[in-house]
């Protein structure tokens, strides 16, 4: 049973045959994404190139009918689950690298590539693509630009807003647009590619891209600084951004994390460690050592209790083991976790991480914070057990202070995960009536029947 | 003498005070720009905050008078030249540095700010924006973000856009839009300050940007290689681009650049150089001799002719003397120029010299490139007589091709100078039509009276 018009059905049916599925069970592997929100698609399409989505698309508009672009559905906001209803179109038959270019550092892409294929690939031209969520293994391009994903390496070498050229995408009116050149510099009317990148699927979907490489650096060195407490940490982090050599990795721990890691991970942290960072050089042979030593005096300083550097990639798994060792151990504190990205500007980190710990005490949560210290952009694990009625309220509050805290602090709701479902609500207290009116005018250009993924990103 | 309504006149006058100015001779000073294009605006505001910005663009816009943002006027496409009249927006005033944060490698600015005054300010805290075009000491920040602008830098830094974290513009609506945070990383919502970065003040006017910045590299060291022919560089460039050591700058110039430099600017250069380069790479004193090394090691191979690398400033400037020669020689093959700064993918640029060549030949003019190998953007100089009509006639029609050649190389219209009026006539051979009209329905969202700027960057 579903609410399509049988004409799209048969019309549809006919343009993608086998690529076209409808019954429930089928249906259900696209109803929900890493969020765990889960709303059944009406249909699913699978389709194979750019000619069909854009039939697609126009069928959909003609009938009034969503279309929500899916990726492998390992984003946490919401973003994928198709809340209206309609067609959840997934990109995993649009799988081919079309063109890897080594001496434009450019790659062509269908948006269904899993980024760690495409990393892979590109590995054998000494090339990379800088965004390198923890998801790589299995999430898709499409799903990185539609989120402006990141990950630890977006210090040094940005995120995927960052590192795209052009893209060819498929309008919510229906059109093929084509965006940008595979080239490094332009300046030939409006950047739309960017404006797609990070749109979650509200203004387009995206069919191909041209990706900005950058040359793998032969090597990589890790060091572990454990400090007496955050705001060494912190002060440290903006010593590390303050000098020349960039960190190619800039991982931070809280008090909770360091905590949990030794009491419960197991991994081997002094007993005074009130905070961590993991720091990450790259280069080669010739640059490592000197760039690795800048990067030891920048983090040495007041607080300092320990730092230990990695001299080949064992010590380095092991450093690293720490980081590992977190994630299991935080379910050992509540079964439910809410998980936000929020980025404040790298001066304002130990504001961030003081505040929240005033919002755990408040709101009588555990609240763990670890992340991407170089950019700002903290993970804020707000513990809570689903079953109780009255935590998931508190914690569901408590996040909505979380919200305001950072925006307070000068920064914003989401750093690489995107707004989705989760935070679409939030949108107005981090981003003016004005500007987000224009943003809502832009929506309407782009899709002016309103028909791709409703419900997400802008706030009702 | 001007079309003003008088009502518009009192209400701005008591506005702005001295800040308004009607008096021809003061007109004529906010007539031009570097692209020697002219017209009278009918009044010109020095506007001295937001505040007054806004009030400005409202008062317009209730008259449907066009509103004309302008740096110093060293553009050279026509984007400053008012041409539909109306007021001259002049930034000189709105020139202060409000903010220089260190920690957070960032500054906030007014738009009126010189991009050399901001750096000379920001070499006291280590720290530099990368946008470095040759004007640096006399163009505004504005400016620069209107255009996109980059310089031999963005090869490693990037160009205006990939070094912008947020904008307060005034919206040809009259709304005052925030757009971005203080942070490194953002997934919150359509990123509309890329968006306004080159849109050449005809989606807003923006006044107030917070700039990333970059630590400084303490030092820096040139390599100048000469090759046989400008295949042999241009496969030069491409190594140059595929290993991990990114030049700091990478600066082309062909065969006639360096005929020029040497048999009429005097630069000692050997008689059978072919083609040239100038490689740059900044560091420390402990990573610049390998990163040097890198680049060296890239820059040889078949038809290198010479290689010689600077080992102090002196040396550095007078390798550079042959790229300084080379303006000034350029005007003794004839009195007018039109200079355009095409942009292909690096691996195309020996096709893009040699397909200028041929048509150089076919309009038998002199045609001279040189400028930004490792972003492909090259500055193509077509030198003619203007006061020649068949000259003139055969120059507009020879760049029409070089545009046309450089979209069918994958490239585009403008690497960083944009697009004004000098190439708006050629958008629809760089972007389809579905595409140019979302940047139509776009601009009709921010300007829906289209007063800002009319006649730039969308062809009619």
Not at 383 to 403: C, E, G, L, S
Request: charged content about 20%; some cysteine; hydrophobic content about 45%.
């Amino acid at each position: 049973m579903n609410a399509l018009p049988p004409v799209l059905e048969t019309e549809l049916a006919e343009l993608l045959g086998d690529a076209w599925r409808t019954d429930p069970a089928e249906r259900l592997t696209y109803a929900y994404d890493n969020s765990r929100r889960e709303a059944l698609p009406d249909a699913v399409a699978l389709p194979t190139d750019a000619a069909q989505v854009l039939a697609l698309v126009r069928t959909c508009r003609r009938h009034r009918v969503p279309v929500v672009a899916r990726g492998r559905g390992t984003n946490t906001t919401g973003a994928a689950v198709p809340v209206a209803g309609g067609v959840a179109v997934s990109f995993e038959r649009m799988n081919r690298i079309l063109q890897i270019r080594p001496g434009d550092r450019c790659a062509v892409v269908e948006p269904g590539v899993l980024n760690g294929d495409l990393q892979a690939a590109l590995r054998a031209h000494g090339l990379f693509w800088p965004p390198d969520p923890t998801s790589a293994g299995y999430c898709t391009i499409g799903g990185n630009l539609a989120c402006n994903a990141g990950g630890p390496r977006a210090v040094k070498y940005g995120a995927s807003r960052d590192n795209v050229l052009a893209l060819t995408a498929v309008s919510g009116g229906g059109e093929l647009i084509r965006c940008g050149s595979a080239t490094t510099k332009g300046s030939t009317g409006y950047d739309l590619q960017r404006l797609l990148v990070g749109s979650e699927g509200t203004l387009a979907l995206i069919v191909e891209a041209t990706l900005r490489l950058v040359p793998l650096p032969p090597e990589r060195r890790a060091v572990r600084a454990i400090y007496r407490d955050v705001a060494s940490a912190a002060q440290a982090v903006a010593r590390l951004m303050a000098q020349p050599v960039t960190p190619s990795m800039l991982e931070f721990m809280d008090h909770h994390a360091v905590r949990l890691a030794r009491d419960v991970g197991g991994a081997r942290l002094p007993a005074d460690a009130g905070a961590l960072l993991m720091i990450e050089a790259d280069g080669d042979a010739d640059t490592l050592p000197a760039a690795l030593a800048a990067l030891i005096r920048a983090a040495g300083g007041d607080g300092l209790v320990s730092l230990d550097a990695a001299e080949d990639e064992t010590a380095r798994a092991a450093l690293w083991a720490a980081r590992k060792a977190l994630s299991p151990a935080l379910r050992t504190l509540a079964p439910g976790k809410i998980n936000e990205d929020v980025v404040v500007p790298v001066s304002r980190i130990p504001d961030l991480v003081e505040g929240v710990q005033r919002l755990a005490d408040e709101f009588a949560l555990p609240i763990v914070c670890f992340g991407h210290a170089g950019n700002g952009n903290l993970h804020v694990n707000l513990m809570y057990d689903p079953a109780d009625d009255d935590q998931r309220a508190r914690a569901q509050a408590a996040m909505a202070r979380v919200f305001a805290l950072a925006v307070a602090l000068g920064g914003t709701l989401s750093g690489e995960h995107g707004i989705g479902l989760a935070k679409r609500e939030f949108m107005p207290q981090a981003i003016d009536a004005p500007t987000l009116a224009l943003m809502r005018a832009i929506k309407a250009q782009f899709d002016p029947d309103g028909i791709l993924n409703p419900g997400k990103l802008l706030p009702p």
